[in-house]
T-cell receptor, first 114, second 113 residues
C-alpha cells in the first residue's frame, strides 16, 4: 500500500477552516483514501473516505485532485473539541485483495486554540 | 446500536505475567482486528479474525495471540509480558473482512511494571 506523508502538527483557532494535506505518491488504481480522527486515550474514529474529486459529509470534506497523489481533509469552522490527531490512510478496495490491515502513519496533531 | 466494547479499560501487570484482553464487536459485525498503539511506534496492526479464523497477522512475536468465538467476540493474549508491551491495545470491528472502514473501541491501557 502507498505510504502517506502528512504534517506532524498544525495549529488553528476556533472558527477557522483547517486544511490538512496528505501526500500518497504511489497510490494504486484500486486504493481509496481514508481519514481517521483520534482523541487521546480513545480509538480512532472514521471521518471520511474518497476515491477522487470531492466528498462531503456532516463532519468534513475531502478533496482529491485528478492525479490522486495527494488529498486534503477540510474541517470547516473548527472548535476546541476538534483538537485531535488526524490520520490519512490509503486502503485497498475490498474486492482488490484488501487484507483488512490498516496502516497508520504518524498522523497530524491538530491543536485548536481559543 | 452499541459500539465496540473492550474490557478491561486499564490493566497493570508485571514482567513475565500474561494477560488476556477482551473485545465485543458491534452487533452484526463479524470481523475483528487488533492494534497496538505506543508513543514510539504509533498504531500497529496485530491480527484480524473473521468467522473464528485468523485471517491476517502483523509482525509481532508469537507471545501475542488471539482468538475469536462463534458470537464474534474476540480475545487477545500476551504471554511473558515485557516492559515494551506497555501500550494501548485497540480492537476494531467491521461488517465484513477486509473492510477499510473499521470501528474502533476505546482500547485497553496495559502497563507492564
Amino acid at each position: 500500500l502507498a505510504k502517506t506523508t502528512q504534517p506532524i502538527s498544525m495549529d488553528s483557532y476556533e472558527g477557522q477552516e483547517v486544511n490538512i494535506t496528505c501526500s500518497h505518491n504511489n497510490i494504486a488504481t484500486n486504493d481509496y483514501i481514508t481519514w481517521y480522527q483520534q482523541f487521546p486515550s480513545q480509538g480512532p474514529r472514521f471521518i471520511i473516505q474518497g476515491y477522487k474529486t470531492k466528498v462531503t459529509n456532516e463532519v468534513a470534506s475531502l478533496f482529491i485532485p485528478a492525479d490522486r497523489k495527494s488529498s486534503t481533509l477540510s474541517l470547516p469552522r473548527v472548535s476546541l473539541s476538534d483538537t485531535a490527531v488526524y490520520y490519512c490512510l490509503v486502503a485497498r478496495a475490498l474486492l482488490s485483495g484488501n487484507t483488512g490491515k490498516l496502516i497508520f502513519g504518524q498522523g497530524t496533531t491538530l491543536q485548536v486554540k481559543p | 446500536k452499541a459500539g465496540v466494547t473492550q474490557t478491561p479499560r486499564y490493566l497493570i501487570k508485571t514482567r513475565g505475567q500474561q494477560v488476556t484482553l477482551s473485545c465485543s464487536p458491534i452487533s452484526g459485525h463479524r470481523s475483528v482486528s487488533w492494534y497496538q498503539q505506543t508513543p514510539g511506534q504509533g498504531l500497529q496492526f496485530l491480527f484480524e479474525y473473521f468467522s473464528e479464523t485468523q485471517r491476517n497477522k502483523g509482525n509481532f512475536p508469537g507471545r501475542f495471540s488471539g482468538r475469536q468465538f462463534s458470537n464474534s467476540r474476540s480475545e487477545m493474549n500476551v504471554s511473558t509480558l515485557e516492559l515494551g508491551d506497555s501500550a494501548l491495545y485497540l480492537c476494531a470491528s467491521s461488517s465484513i473482512p477486509g473492510a477499510d472502514t473499521q470501528y474502533f473501541g476505546p482500547g485497553t491501557r496495559l502497563t507492564v511494571l
